[in-house]
């Protein structure tokens, strides 16, 4: 009987130390120290992590900006600036469909999950679909309005260039150059479409180029982090990277901790020029959001139905490849679920 109550006190000394052996809660501020911040502006969405409906919190006007600015909030672009500080009805809505569609826990909240992807570096398209009021039975690949594409002929040759006025110094013009061929080609292996590198930037379909800051086309860039890269829709063809970026081709040689790689972004962002808008899949070429430091290159299931279902099969395509790349992905899915499933089993022993 002894035994039975010195370990129940045992358990309440240990319970009541619990908390000081671990942090109340990992803020997006630890996942995103100081050097890493997105930018001045998304950066200070940390201060409204856990604020509730009815909360009058100073810049909750520029979060319902970003809403709006990314598809969440519609709103006519003349009223933005009438956006107050207070987390209304409008907010609340516009952060449950953020939820949805990015795959997050539904809460209604700003709760740092979901802070942590608000802040995270992303594409500058916005996230909306014609398929955003009912987004919670579509949760895959999406199309721009209208279901615009290249060409209607069962096989297509687009052309690309740089623009030989805003490429990069630090990059070598073929590293940019293979960067893009593997992207391109990642793309023509799923669908009949062929790409072809031309010298003619005025002439070519698809143009390339980094661009800083206000740069013509309404869509200015914001300096480190935050958006990347934005892309425009069939038949546009305009590929815009964010050009005050580290670009990395090989993170051995770009040790920065904000290095993006900017094969991932070329891939993801030729899905935009060829049709594709942003799916709701985490590990779809497609979804919005890529972190520093991180390659994402191969196409998944998600990325190649959307565009198939747009341009057809390229006859040489055949999904057991990509299969054995998604099945492979999954392992490393399941070892991290298993991780958890054990932290939930141990930390639900010791309640
Ligand atoms: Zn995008
Ligand atoms: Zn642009």
């Not at 080609?185 to 479409?193: A, M």
């Amino acid at each position: 009987m002894f035994q039975f109550f010195s370990y129940y006190n045992s358990f309440f000394f240990f319970l009541f130390f619990l908390p000081s052996l671990f942090p109340a809660r990992i803020l997006p501020a630890d996942l995103f120290p100081a050097d890493l911040s997105p930018n001045a502006t998304w950066n200070n969405f940390v201060n409204f992590i856990d604020a509730g409906k009815g909360a009058n919190f100073s810049g909750m006007s520029e979060l319902k900006k970003y809403f709006h600015r990314f598809g969440y909030l519609q709103v006519p672009d003349n009223l933005v600036d009438n956006f107050t500080d207070v987390f209304d009805d409008n907010l609340e809505y516009a952060v449950v469909n953020y939820q949805k569609n990015l795959g997050l826990t539904v809460t209604g909240k700003l709760d740092a999950g979901t802070v942590t992807q608000i802040i995270s570096p992303r594409c500058g398209v916005s996230d909306a679909t014609k398929t955003m009021d009912n987004i919670h039975v579509t949760k895959h690949y999406a199309y721009f309005y209208g279901q615009p594409r290249w060409g209607r002929s069962a096989q297509t040759t687009l052309t690309y260039a740089f623009s030989g006025n805003h490429m990069i110094d630090y990059l070598s013009s073929s590293d940019v150059q293979d960067a893009f061929r593997r992207s391109f080609s990642r793309w023509s292996s799923v669908i009949p479409v062929n790409f072809l590198e031309s010298d003619s930037y005025s002439t070519a379909d698809i143009k390339i180029g980094f661009h800083k800051g206000d740069h013509g086309d309404g869509e200015p860039f914001d300096g480190v982090l935050g958006v990347l890269a934005h892309a425009f829709s069939p038949e546009n063809g305009r590929l815009h990277l964010d050009e005050a970026e580290t670009w990395a081709v090989d993170f051995k040689l770009s040790k920065s901790k904000v290095a993006v790689d900017l094969e991932s972004v070329a891939t993801h962002e030729i899905g935009h020029i060829l049709g594709l808008a942003h799916s709701s899949v985490k590990d779809a070429i497609m979804y919005p959001s890529l972190s520093p430091r991180t390659k994402k290159v191969d196409l998944k299931i998600d990325d190649v139905e959307g565009i198939q279902a747009l341009y057809g099969s390229n006859p040489d395509f055949s999904y057991s490849s990509l299969m054995e790349s998604d099945l492979s992905s999954g392992r490393v899915i399941g070892n991290s679920f298993k991780w958890l499933t054990y932290l939930v089993l141990i930390v639900g022993f010791l309640l």
